[in-house]
């Protein structure tokens, strides 16, 4: 069996895995790392969503062989070690960005890549079409739009924290 | 998903060998490919890793104002390329109406243009499928047709192709560089993708082993900048396939189309160039009237197939709006958010 080498959430790992086995699967079945979930397990539904080399991506539709040599970072390693939230997930807290949970690790690597890849401010239309491969059953997406809106602020060191 | 060797070659040549292989397939980003593997569409005994190939990633303009696109480029990195997107903001357009972010940040150049069609028959590996299974018949003829081609489909298939980055390449002359055991060749983009005829499972003029190395827009292409635009019709308003979209760029001088490009997509089993509705188009003034002539032309040919009519009015009001939308000029911001088709028209009522 082919043997991956990747970097997860700061912490090297070597493991083996079938030819077949998705990035989703080792983060989940090897390394226990059961934040991010799987909805659809076709890609639409976003919620396997965690970054790859800085990038977010589907861990559904992600080879866990075409990880190798890559720096992954799921929602467990996003906060601080002291617990200090990352601001886009403090800014899910203060705005009420969720309901059941599911889709919200998913949700949230996507807002943090799609607001570091727009330094510009983006408005209610540009989030609402950056966040399009994330469905969320519950929300009706308002709240999630405000948290992303309010979270660019931070994150651009345009405004503070919410406390 | 069936279990498969996994090979990443460090070279062009050995990608080729091992490409050559029967049962063997290209991986690039996956998009699309692991999909088919999970449902057992496709079932590939070996994949070749095309993602580490050096020399394939490059976005570079060519010395007379062309593009050389790598066909590892991801499909995020090309249409938020700034000198790209200024240059080809149709093309650009396009690649941000296609999927999502996270999809576009994988999907590649090559990868787009080799995707296989979203009839949900092909999907069905319970269901004939002529593409599928060479031979099998078309549970497509006989079933829900809604999304069938409208043009250039046979008695063996009727489904489309489905990107949304090849309708303007189609439209804007683009080149597929093509590497094989032979060496290199170029095919026009337009004569890429084959219709299905009595061999829908060819879809291409790809051989067995040979793999795209990159797809290059002429310089002619850039004088298009100032009037170009991509429309997509879907069935709810993102993350959607295409029902139907459209192309439309123009050269424009003194009040007068000097010259003007129209492709569609979702209607065929490749990108549609319109290239008898582009006539109509030549040295008129934009308006209209003229729109409305133009996507009649470029419908003239279309035959609905059970109960999709419907898609050839739809496709002529796409065609006409995105040739008004490209008239009123390339917005300001690029990349732009996907035109809606449901906005007004500049200049003219909802059409």
Not at chain 2, 305 to 318: C, P
Not at chain 2, 328 to 342: D, E, K
């Given at each position: 069996?082919?043997?991956?080498?990747?970097?997860?959430?700061?912490?090297?790992?070597?493991?083996?895995?079938?030819?077949?086995?998705?990035?989703?699967?080792?983060?989940?079945e090897?390394?226990g790392?059961?934040?991010?979930?799987?909805?659809?397990?076709?890609?639409?539904?976003?919620?396997?969503?965690?970054?790859?080399?800085?990038?977010?991506?589907?861990?559904?539709?992600?080879?866990?062989?075409?990880?190798?040599?890559?720096?992954?970072?799921?929602i467990?390693?996003?906060?601080?070690?002291?617990?200090t939230?990352?601001?886009?997930?403090?800014?899910?807290?203060?705005?009420h960005?969720?309901?059941?949970?599911?889709?919200?690790p998913?949700?949230?690597?996507s807002?943090?890549?799609?607001?570091?890849?727009?330094?510009?401010?983006?408005s209610?239309?540009?989030?609402?079409?950056?966040?399009?491969?994330?469905?969320?059953?519950?929300?009706?997406?308002?709240?999630?739009?405000?948290?992303?809106?309010?979270?660019?602020?931070?994150?651009?060191?345009?405004?503070?924290?919410?406390? | 998903?069936?279990?498969?060797?996994?090979?990443r070659?460090?070279?062009?040549a050995?990608?080729?060998?091992?490409?050559?292989?029967?049962?063997?397939?290209?991986?690039?980003?996956?998009?699309?490919?692991?999909?088919?593997?999970?449902?057992?569409?496709?079932?590939?005994?070996?994949?070749?890793?095309?993602?580490?190939l050096?020399?394939?990633?490059?976005?570079?303009?060519?010395?007379?104002?062309?593009v050389?696109?790598?066909?590892?480029?991801?499909?995020?990195?090309?249409?938020?390329?700034?000198?790209?997107?200024?240059?080809?903001?149709a093309?650009?357009?396009a690649?941000?109406s296609?999927?999502?972010?996270?999809?576009?940040?994988a999907?590649t150049?090559?990868?787009?243009?080799?995707?296989?069609?979203?009839?949900?028959?092909?999907?069905?590996?319970?269901?004939?499928?002529?593409?599928?299974?060479?031979?099998?018949?078309?549970?497509?003829?006989?079933?829900?047709?809604?999304?069938a081609?409208?043009?250039?489909?046979?008695?063996?298939?009727?489904?489309?192709?489905?990107?949304?980055?090849?309708?303007?390449?189609?439209?804007?002359?683009?080149?597929?560089?093509?590497?094989?055991?032979?060496?290199?060749?170029?095919?026009?983009?337009?004569?890429f993708?084959?219709?299905?005829?009595?061999?829908?499972?060819?879809?291409?003029?790809?051989?067995?082993?040979?793999?795209?190395?990159?797809?290059?827009?002429?310089?002619?292409?850039?004088?298009?900048?100032?009037?170009?635009?991509?429309?997509?019709?879907?069935?709810r308003?993102?993350y959607?396939?295409?029902?139907?979209?459209?192309?439309?760029?123009?050269?424009?001088?003194?009040?007068?189309?000097?010259e003007?490009?129209?492709?569609?997509?979702?209607?065929?089993?490749?990108?549609?160039?319109?290239?008898?509705?582009?006539?109509?188009?030549?040295?008129?003034?934009?308006?209209?009237?003229?729109?409305?002539r133009?996507?009649?032309?470029?419908?003239?040919?279309?035959?609905?197939?059970?109960?999709?009519?419907?898609?050839?009015?739809?496709?002529?009001?796409?065609?006409?709006?995105?040739?008004?939308?490209?008239a009123?000029?390339?917005?300001?911001?690029?990349?732009?958010?996907?035109?809606?088709?449901?906005a007004?028209v500049?200049?003219?009522?909802?059409?």
């Open positions: 069996m082919p043997q991956v080498s990747l970097t997860v959430n700061g912490k090297r790992h070597t493991v083996e895995v079938e030819t077949r086995t998705l990035l989703v699967e080792l983060l989940r090897k390394l790392l059961t934040g991010t979930h799987v909805g659809c397990d076709t890609s639409q539904c976003g919620a396997c969503v965690v970054h790859v080399d800085g990038t977010s991506v589907k861990s559904c539709t992600f080879l866990a062989v075409q990880a190798d040599g890559a720096s992954v970072t799921t467990e390693g996003l906060a601080a070690a002291d617990g939230l990352h601001p886009m997930q403090a800014a899910f807290r203060e705005h960005a969720l309901q059941c949970g599911f889709c919200t998913g949700m949230v690597m807002a943090i890549d799609l607001v570091n890849s727009h330094k510009e401010r983006m209610e239309a540009e989030i609402r079409h950056g966040l399009e491969g994330n469905l969320c059953r519950c929300t009706g997406y308002h709240n999630i739009v405000k948290a992303v809106a309010a979270a660019q602020e931070v994150m651009h060191g345009r405004a503070q924290a919410a406390e | 998903m069936n279990l498969f060797e996994y090979v070659p460090a070279s062009l050995e990608a080729i060998a091992a490409g050559a292989a029967p049962g063997a397939a290209f991986l690039a980003g996956g998009t699309n490919l692991l999909d088919l593997m999970k449902g057992g569409i496709a079932r590939p005994s070996r994949l070749v890793d095309l993602t580490r050096p020399g394939l990633g490059a976005i570079e303009r060519g010395p007379e104002g062309g050389r696109i790598g066909a590892l480029v991801r499909n995020a990195d090309l249409a938020h390329d700034p000198d790209f997107a200024q240059r080809f903001p093309v650009a357009e690649l941000l296609g999927a999502s972010a996270q999809l576009r940040n999907a150049v090559g990868g787009n243009l080799m995707q296989r069609t979203r009839c949900a028959y092909f999907y069905d590996p319970a269901s004939a499928c002529n593409k599928r299974d060479a031979g099998a018949g078309c549970a497509a003829r006989g079933g829900e047709r809604r999304l081609a409208v043009l250039g489909a046979s008695e063996q298939c009727i489904a489309t192709h489905a990107s949304d980055f090849c309708v303007p390449l189609a439209a804007l002359d683009a080149v597929v560089e093509i590497a094989g055991a032979a060496g290199t060749r170029e095919v026009a983009l337009e004569d993708h084959l219709l299905p005829g009595a061999t829908p499972e060819r879809e291409s003029v790809l051989a067995p082993g040979e793999l795209i190395l990159a797809v290059r827009l002429p310089a002619a292409a850039a004088a298009f900048a100032r009037h170009a635009r991509y429309l997509k019709l879907r069935e308003t993102s959607a396939f295409a029902v139907v979209s459209a192309a439309a760029a123009l050269r424009i001088e003194a009040g007068a189309i000097v003007g490009r129209i492709a569609l997509g979702g209607v065929a089993a490749k990108p549609w160039r319109a290239r008898g509705a582009e006539a109509v188009l030549s040295g008129q003034k934009p308006e209209r009237a003229l729109f409305r133009a996507a009649e032309a470029a419908l003239a040919e279309a035959r609905p197939v059970g109960d999709n009519g419907f898609k050839i009015e739809l496709a002529r009001r796409i065609v006409a709006r995105a040739l008004a939308l490209a009123a000029g390339t917005p300001a911001r690029l990349p732009a958010l996907p035109a809606s088709p449901f007004p500049p200049g003219g009522p909802h059409g």
